[in-house]
């Protein structure tokens, strides 16, 4: 657990942020990722060790899904920090 980041402030406003690995729901196919339930612009994607861009490379369809602009290959690491609900 991350806390403490990602405001102007330094701070986030004292609440928690999870990581989880999404690598597994990678299969060359897929571009609708899900995790826990997220507050709204809350999240964090790392594709292959690279911050992706929410409304650019991500779209958050909803507080559990995001979608990618791009289709991940098998063998890539996907890393999300949210803010849970």
């Known amino acids: 657990m991350i806390s403490n980041v990602f405001t102007r402030n330094g701070g986030s406003n004292g609440r928690s942020f999870d990581m989880i690995d999404l690598s597994d729901q990678i299969d060359n196919s897929r571009r609708i990722f899900t995790l826990k339930a997220f507050r709204r ?7 292959n ?3 992706q861009r929410n409304g650019v490379e991500i779209t958050e369809l909803s507080r559990s899904t995001f979608q990618t602009s791009f289709v991940p290959s098998t063998g890539s690491t996907l890393l999300v920090f949210y803010q849970p609900l």
């Open 41 to 47: 612009g809350s999240i964090l994607v790392f594709f």
């Open 49 to 51: 060790g690279l911050a």
